[in-house]
């Protein structure tokens, strides 16, 4: 089965450009730019459906594949680096507490450790 003409690079725009939107939004620390970009991201991904490119399309694809490739290994980096500090803020206040992606409290609840100075 053959994808419409343009249809593949189209989709594979769509991805990296909500990947690049969520890079933004990680990068610049934006809680409500990342919630948005989700669905966006979201539903480029539900439009990917390629069995067949053109030949005449592959090349130009390629491309936009290396560049979707570069957007999702900036959002992993981004991502990986916001979560560690995160975890380094929370230890250091003495909080434990994590939370699932709807935003509550995971089993465990909060584990509040207190400092001892000697003076």
Known sequence: MSVSRG???????????A????????AD???????????ILESAIARLSIQQVPRDERAALA??????????????????ALTDAVAI????????????????ERAGGRARRSLEARG
């Open 7 to 17: 249809a593949a690079l189209t989709a594979i725009r769509d991805v990296r450009t």
């Open 63 to 80: 491309t936009e594949l290396a560049a979707l490739t570069g957007a999702l290994t900036r959002c992993r980096v981004l991502g990986q």
């Open 29 to 39: 620390a934006n809680l409500d730019d990342l919630l948005r970009a989700e669905p």
């Open 89 to 104: 803020f929370a230890r250091a206040r003495g909080d434990s507490a994590s939370y699932t992606r709807e935003g509550r």
């Open 19 to 26: 990947l690049e939107t969520l890079g933004h939004a990680l």
